[in-house]
């Protein structure tokens, strides 16, 4: 580990020395060594945990104080399972003054889990976002049926299955910090790649559905043209 | 419609008055009808929009600047696809103070939408937020492999199907916007459900790993316990 300045900390995390410093103050970023009464050196594990609170917030989307509680997570974490489940917690705290769940929708998200052969804990943060979905969705006037709800756990299943199993099978450093942070901050930050993906999918679907082409003749179209 | 006061209004929506004021101001709710100098009436069309703007803040987790461009993109949608696709451009908007994807991974980006037989405009906020996703996942030093994303590109591209499907075979009501409205609810408010439903499945995926059950014998376990 070759030490170096804050001037050269800023250069490679391609943040301001000002904004290194507020995350210094902030806990977000671990002091340096301290090499005189103002002056601290920083090694390569500051360049990496400031590219990764950087990511976090541009990319995850994520307020500073969930990055803390993240990378806290993160830091205490024993295992990956324990540093998954921590930061999965912590994220499910942004909506911590909205209205409990509704008894209706706990029960519907009761009935998926076990019908899916999934296990939670009773107050599980993830079982009460997922109830709290199907509120608003019910409050707006959209409920989502039954059929819609287990097409999708259904249909993701693979994904988090697959996941689990990716990093499981990469081979283990001697670091166990370093499989934690790998696990949650791939969760973290392959959400933006799931959400555009869907969203390019739909737009695509939609495009096929509101264009067909002009030179295809109407019996060979995949879309049948709709009355609207 | 039957006119109501303010405070009907808030006992409705289940927001204070000071909340809806706030709104009023902002331009999030539209003016009721103006009934003397200082008073005015509201009806149901704002009970709808107050719980709209609650659930886009409280369940997806956006900005007030964010819910305000979305509900601009609803007002002003001629059809489904500009809704969806005006509300996807305004949501992408987040990460705008962010470094611009590489051209490696625009590049990744074209490779798979070209795969998977999909379009979409140069420059399309999607594709962008894709690229610098996968940016982000290079600087933290988990790179998305091309398999990954090609698996995730998969696996995600018959839920966007199912949810167009979903939509267009819905009874199309009066009005377009009512429609529009539906549909870009539906996108935004499903976005927890999916990373719940993903969530609960690492965490089970997890468990399954980390604990086999005691009474099964080795060579009848569904994971094989590795060397850790």
Not at 90 to 114: N, Q, Y
Not at 193 to 217: F, M, T, W, Y
Request: proline share 7%.
């Amino acid at each position: 580990m070759i030490p170096m300045w804050m001037a050269e900390l800023s250069r490679l995390s391609g943040l301001s020395v000002p904004t290194i410093k507020f995350y210094l103050r902030e806990g977000l970023l671990p002091a340096g060594t301290a090499t005189g009464a103002t002056r601290s050196t920083y090694d390569e594990s500051h360049v990496r945990r400031l590219r990764l609170i950087r990511a976090l917030t541009d990319v995850a989307g994520l307020r500073l104080d969930t990055v803390k509680q993240v990378l806290d997570g993160i830091d205490s974490a024993e295992s990956w399972h324990d540093a998954v489940g921590s930061a999965h917690t912590r994220l499910a705290g942004t909506g911590e003054d909205s209205a409990p769940p509704t008894e209706a929708s706990l029960a519907r998200v009761d009935a998926l889990l076990e019908i899916q052969g999934w296990q939670l804990a009773p107050g599980h943060p993830q079982a009460e976002i997922l109830a709290r979905a199907l509120d608003a969705l019910d409050e707006v006037g959209h409920p989502m049926s039954e059929d819609m709800l287990w097409f999708y756990a259904h249909a993701i299943r693979p994904i988090a299955m697959e996941e689990v199993l990716w990093v499981h099978s990469d081979e283990h450093g001697e670091e166990i910090e370093a499989d934690v942070e790998s696990a949650v901050v791939r969760t973290i930050l392959t959400e933006p790649v799931i959400l555009a993906l869907r969203r390019i999918g739909q737009e695509n679907v939609s495009r096929q559905l509101n264009e067909p082409k002009p030179d295809v003749p109407p019996d060979m179209r995949m879309w049948p043209e709709r009355d609207r």
